[in-house]
């Protein structure tokens, strides 16, 4: 069904023994193979660093100009054609800010807070599945290794409400560590359906495994509470609107960071949108096919009538850099989605956000596992699989096989919102006339 | 006393789909304000409608040749809430018609009230629509009766716009 | 070794906590205006409450003593800057009272339609800034999309867009421009229609639900016990609004409704205010009707005919005054009045309104001068502030921006 994704590109050695033959040399590429993976994340990394950077700076613009619009206002327009230039213009602002540390204050802490926050961002970059070739390492445990990761920038914002000397920093980071730690179960929960149907923890076999079009992806006929639940539970992490008490402007006067200026707010504040990049994209990677199109084939396919697994030279450049495309869309989606959701509506109380986690969304996606799991295994009378008859897998399959799977999914996700309803709740209006 | 509150953090009292759709339907207002025409007026290359009777800067018209039109009588200054905020100087000529010296408004701590403009006798010291009076100086703000004095025309002008006969002696 | 025997973590009453006393304001972002709150918290829950107030002191009340009567009027608007013509109007009416001036009713009608307005875009901005409190941030730009529209038609009555100075001692200062009652018309109309769009993000919003249904409940006993007036006493059931009860302008013969809520949390008083925008919709329609005079230009062609028929009489020979002037309900100004000198006879009035706050007051003391003794105002949103510490007293610190949203205070109110 899928290959499993290789550590580098078939290109990599053919490219750098043709360089080698310049001077004469030869070497036996079957025993320098760790190396060449080692090259090829740093260069990969590396491009992606800067390209990662140049979309967190984008998306800063985006998030004021597209809240704008939401508001029938233009967002910045006089910094640059269309306000492009108003992220860096705040960038150099903020440099040339006095670096304050308060009294009191441990100074080293206070220092690496803001870095310890970033580090594991600038991780997940290597990570993520831009295109076929265009991930840096190739995990065998790659969605684990990033919800372990992602715990990290905990520390980091306890560190800086803590190292911060101030009452409001230290509210902040607790509560920003209370909410992380509660939305990082949901989180990979929501995950491990997704890991469950692929059989495997690579993020990019994960990707690989959704070719096809839309209704193939993870996320859309499959599992599409799972994507719900990732998605809430990205919002949660990366303390955005609803989730944003730790930094809640009019309840603590920016929590955490209250006491950071200049370059160490900036680096917070970036790193925000980055893990909110990163987040996104791994939802897209997990549950929206990643890079393929939507229409099943490429573009570039369908133009020149070639499979994407013949193509070569600059035709399969041509490919990777639609993939991108496609991928940067759907990612850009997720954003738009949350920067949407940010417009519309207020903030949760630490009490409701707690209780949002634990008694909702946890239950959720373990009855969502439950049901993924029953997708996945059960056994039809004759000894066959059920997967055999999801529609995914056979092309043409019949009414019955997607009759079978619609009834399950019915059933049971049916009878959780039923029980959930009426067993202990009380309607809208009674619940208004009895407070 | 207050009854304690009753701490609604129970999910499962909510109606789960119910609040779905209505913030779905929250959303969708949100959403469709995106494709309204912005209400933004891009200032200063957009100016702004004022009305005629607009409370911008302080100015004293003339009548329509040119001469003075005020008597120094103080009105003004005797209405304005501002304490010492009009100093007005003046003295009578051969032939007791008022000649002033001295008109000075401290902009700088007026509020732009319009009482000054209601009690004049004559009809004299009014507001234009005029906005933009930031300077780079407190001293620069206090404007003496060249600054304020309008000419003939302007003042005619002014007249016109607001349905007012040109002043001719 | 057990935790237990760990010198210095248990007391006799459990485990040794700490209650952390939180400053909040008198800068921060939520505070409406500059009120500082000096808070113990044990954990989230708060133990004590005290409010510090007086950092917006202006002596308006001393003003008064030193300047004439007129001279006084332009502060008026900067007692409380949300409700200037109400401000205004309990000013102006209590001199009218100890003087017994004539208003004429057109006169009452420009400043019913004004005030309506006026609490209008108070209760916008109220709306915008709970929300954003409670961490919406588009409805805020939404209300004030809506205030610029009315700031414009206050611009074009009055010249200015946020500190009047329009009432006088028996009337108003201009009459309201030609065409201006089919502006104001035509914005009235889709009012209706904007604050349903803004119900729809909010009213049944389950996290708004959750945050504000049953918070910060007040009994009627408590409203009355600390004199909480305006909305927040509607909202706990009591139907006591000063435009029913003790009518003043023209409010006995315009119909409407008296918005009232049932439990006093916060979720009542924002339904309520919701409701007000809407019956203040229905006023002003309906002023704008029964305006006596109709548009200005109908007036101004009335007097130039009136004139017209004058000078034709006084050409025949007749008495002028045999042409009936102009019907006094249509005038601007009930009497004249030298505005410089003015000097009401020596006397005391009390007179109240009902502001977007509450019950605003003016006791004026004239002695005969044309300075006032004394001008002592009260402010809704000082009893209304009183109630906070009650509200919020073993209650989570997190109900403190939704309480303290819904009462609505204005700081420059309670410190004056």
């Keep these: 069904m899928y290959q499993p994704t290789p550590d580098f590109p078939e290109w990599l050695p053919r490219i750098f023994q043709k360089i080698l033959d310049l001077f004469g040399l030869s070497v036996n590429w079957a025993d320098w193979g760790s190396l060449l993976t080692v090259l090829w994340a740093v260069v990969v990394f590396t491009l992606i660093a800067v390209v990662a950077q140049a979309s967190v700076i ?16 233009k967002g910045p327009n006089r910094v640059g054609p269309w306000g492009a230039l108003q992220t860096l213009a705040d960038g150099v602002k903020l440099l040339f800010k006095e670096d304050i540390i308060p009294k009191g204050a441990n100074k080293f802490l206070f220092t690496i807070a803001p870095a310890l926050f970033f580090l594991p961002t600038f991780v997940f970059f290597g990570l993520i599945p831009f295109t076929s070739q265009l991930l840096a390492v190739a995990l065998p445990a790659g969605a684990l290794f990033v919800f372990a990761i992602s715990s990290l920038s905990v520390v980091g914002l306890v560190l800086a409400g803590w190292a911060s000397n101030n009452k409001y920093s230290l509210l902040g980071g607790m509560r920003s560590a209370a909410q992380a730690i509660s939305y990082e179960i949901p989180l990979v929960m929501a995950v491990l359906g997704v890991v469950l149907f692929t059989g495997s923890m690579n993020i990019g076999d994960i990707v690989k495994a959704q070719q096809g079009p839309f209704w193939n992806w993870y996320g859309v006929l499959l599992t599409p509470v799972s994507l719900f639940i990732f998605f809430i539970s990205t919002l949660a992490e990366v303390n955005r609107v609803p989730f944003d008490l730790p930094e809640a402007e009019s309840e603590l006067v920016s929590g955490y960071n209250t006491e950071y200026t200049g370059m ?17 994209a791994f939802n897209v990677a997990f549950f929206l096919g990643g890079y393929f199109s939507p229409f099943g084939k490429f573009i570039l396919e369908l133009l020149t009538h070639q499979e994407a697994a013949q193509m070569t030279g600059p035709l399969q450049l041509g490919l990777q850099v639609e ?46 596992i439950f049901v993924i799991a029953i997708e996945k295994f059960m056994v039809l009378p004759g000894g066959e699989s059920v997967m055999n008859h999801l529609p995914i897998l056979q092309p043409g399959s019949s009414l019955s096989s997607w009759a079978i799977w619609i009834v399950i999914a019915a059933v049971v996700f049916g009878g959780f919102f039923i029980l959930m309803s009426r067993l202990l709740s009380e309607k809208l209006e009674a619940r208004l006339a009895h407070r | 006393m207050s009854t304690s509150p009753q701490h609604h953090n129970d999910f499962t009292q909510n109606r789960v789909l119910e609040g779905l759709k209505e913030i779905g339907k929250g959303m969708s207002t949100v959403l469709s304000h995106y494709f309204r025409p912005p209400v933004t007026l891009e200032y200063p290359e957009v100016m702004p409608d004022l009305s005629d009777r607009f409370h911008g800067r302080l100015c004293l018209l003339t009548k329509s040749d040119g001469t003075d039109l005020c008597i120094g009588c103080q009105a003004c200054a005797r209405v304005c809430p501002c304490n010492d905020l009009i100093q007005i100087e003046m003295h009578r000529d051969a032939q007791k018609k008022p000649v002033i010296d001295q008109f000075t408004i401290d902009l700088g701590r007026c509020i732009f009230c319009g009482n000054c403009t209601e009690v004049c006798p004559v009809d004299c010291i009014k507001f234009l629509p005029d906005f933009e009076l930031s300077d780079f100086s407190r001293e620069a703000l206090v404007l003496d009766k060249k600054d304020l004095t309008l000419s003939g025309e302007e003042s005619d002008q002014w007249r016109l716009v607001r349905g007012m006969e040109p002043l001719v002696e | ?45 708060v133990k004590d409450m005290v409010p510090v107030i007086g950092y917006l002191h202006r002596s308006k009340e001393k003003m008064a003593e030193s300047r004439s009567y007129f001279q006084y009027q332009p502060t008026l608007d900067r007692v409380e800057y949300l409700s200037s013509f109400f401000d205004h109007y309990v000013y102006v009416s209590a001199i009218e009272r ?99 769009e803004y119900e729809s993000i909010v ?4 996290i708004v639900l959750d945050r504000t249904v049953g918070i910060g409940r007040m009994d009627q006993e408590l409203c009355m016990k600390y004199g909480v007036t305006g909305s927040s006493l509607r909202a706990s059931g009591i139907a006591q609004d000063l435009r029913k009860t003790n009518p003043y302008c023209c409010y006995d013969e315009i119909a409407f409704d008296v918005p009232v809520g049932t439990h006093g949390d916060v979720y009542d008083r924002y ?69 410089m000198t003015y000097k009401p006879p020596a006397g005391e009035a009390f007179t109240v309104c009902e502001s977007p706050r ?28 009183s109630v906070l510490p009650e509200l919020m007293i073993g209650n989570l610190y997190s109900d403190l921006m939704a309480i303290f949203g819904s009462l609505d205070v204005i700081l420059p109110e309670v410190d004056r």
């Design chain 1, 264 to 280: 160490k707010f900036a680096l917070f504040f970036l790193a925000e949108y980055a893990a909110l990049f990163a987040m996104s």
């Design chain 1, 58 to 73: 984008f998306m800063v613009l985006m998030e004021r100009k597209v809240l704008a619009w939401m508001t029938q206002r």
């Design chain 3, 1 to 45: 070794m057990s935790i237990q025997d760990i010198p210095g973590i248990f007391t006799e009453q459990g485990l040794k906590t700490e209650d952390l006393v939180v400053n909040i304001g008198p800068q921060h972002p939520s505070t409406h205006g500059v009120l500082r709150l000096i808070t113990t918290l044990n954990g989230e829950v």
């Design chain 3, 271 to 339: 339904m309520v205010r919701m409701a007000e925008m809407r019956e203040s919709c229905k006023i002003i329609e309906q002023c704008l009707d029964r305006i006596p005079g109709g548009d200005n230009q109908n007036v101004r062609n009335k007097q130039a005919e009136i004139d017209a028929a004058k000078a034709a009489a006084k050409e025949r020979g007749e008495d002028p005054k045999s042409v009936p002037d102009l019907d006094p309900d249509w005038l601007i100004q009930g009497q004249k009045i030298n505005l």
């Design chain 3, 98 to 196: 100890i003087a017994n001036l004539k208003v004429p009713k057109r006169v009452q009608y420009i400043r019913m339609i004004t005030m309506e307005l006026n609490r209008i875009t108070s209760h916008l901005l109220w709306f915008g800034t709970f929300l954003l409190d409670l961490g919406a941030t588009s409805p805020l730009f939404y209300a004030f999309r809506e205030r610029e529209d009315i700031f414009k038609l206050f611009e074009d009555v009055t010249g200015a867009r946020m500190m009047y100075n329009y009432y006088r001692f028996g009337g108003v200062n201009a009459d309201l421009p030609p065409g201006w009652i089919e502006r104001c018309r035509s914005f009235i109309r889709q009012m209706p229609h904007k604050i349903d």
């Design chain 1, 323 to 368: 993939m991108l495309f496609w991928f940067m869309m759907k990612t850009y989606l997720f954003i738009f989605l949350a920067m949407w959701v940010r417009g519309t509506l207020p903030r949760l109380k630490p009490d409701q956000l707690m209780g949002f986690s634990w008694k909702f969304l946890i239950p959720l996606s373990l009855i969502n």
């Design chain 3, 203 to 206: 009213t049944k919003n389950p």
């Design chain 3, 358 to 385: 509450g019950m605003l007051g003016c006791h004026m003391i004239s002695d005969g001068t044309p300075k006032a003794y004394r001008v002592k105002w009260r402010g809704a949103s000082f009893s209304n502030l």
